[in-house]
């Protein structure tokens, strides 16, 4: 049976995510809205977005990929978005022919088109193979958004000028993974809404 010390540890992890993601929402609502704008930019001239992204990050690449494949929240065509952390054959080929570093960059550089988008998530920032996938997008003439936290770690310093980082202040993995699941929802539901407004939502 869980004790009070258990409880005490609980009400304390809801109350720290809770203050990281009210702090968030004040710093981060304008780099969101660029993210949104320019990923539906991109998939209105039809282009479209890939996701990258280790451990719990390949998770939200999946998850974000098969929002908009499928549906969020509104009734609508499915959204060109692509996963690259799935094909367990294309990844493990990758990395014992060339190496772990080059799993998504390789990707990228066979599927991206100039005018796609590339969502490039790392809670440290420092993801060699996603630094490496952006590098190979911007090659592309792809946009990246960046999902990172922290300082931003070399992820920021990549980016290019046209590129929107999306950074949680937060230290702790755990609670800059809730913020990118809580990101990931915010871009979801501001594409629905800017392609298909009147989309009855469910």
Do not use: W
Request: glycine share 8%; with cysteine; aromatic share 4%.
């Amino acid at each position: 049976m869980a004790g009070m010390d258990d409880h005490d540890a609980i009400r304390s992890q809801f109350a720290e995510s809770l203050a990281v993601k009210q702090r968030a929402m004040g710093e981060l609502v304008p780099a969101i809205a660029r993210a949104a704008a320019a990923m539906t930019a991109s998939l209105a001239a039809g282009g479209k977005i890939l996701a990258c992204g280790n451990g719990g990050s390949a998770g939200d690449a999946q998850h974000f990929a098969a929002e908009l494949l499928n549906r969020f929240e509104r009734e609508r065509p499915g959204l060109a978005a692509v996963a690259l952390t799935t094909d367990g054959s294309t990844l493990t080929s990758i990395a014992n022919d060339y190496a772990y570093e080059q799993v998504f960059a390789k990707q990228v550089t066979a599927l991206a088109r100039p005018g796609d988008c590339l969502l490039a998530i790392s809670t440290s920032g420092n993801s060699p193979n996603v630094v490496a996938a952006i590098a190979a997008a911007q090659a592309r003439t792809a946009t990246i958004v960046a999902l990172t936290g922290r300082d931003g770690g070399r992820m920021a310093a990549a980016l290019a000028p046209g590129d929107v980082e999306i950074r949680v202040p937060a230290q702790r993995t755990a609670r800059i993974q809730e913020v990118h699941l809580l990101v990931i929802h915010c871009l979801c539901d501001a594409i629905d809404r800017a392609l298909y407004p009147d989309a009855r939502a469910t």
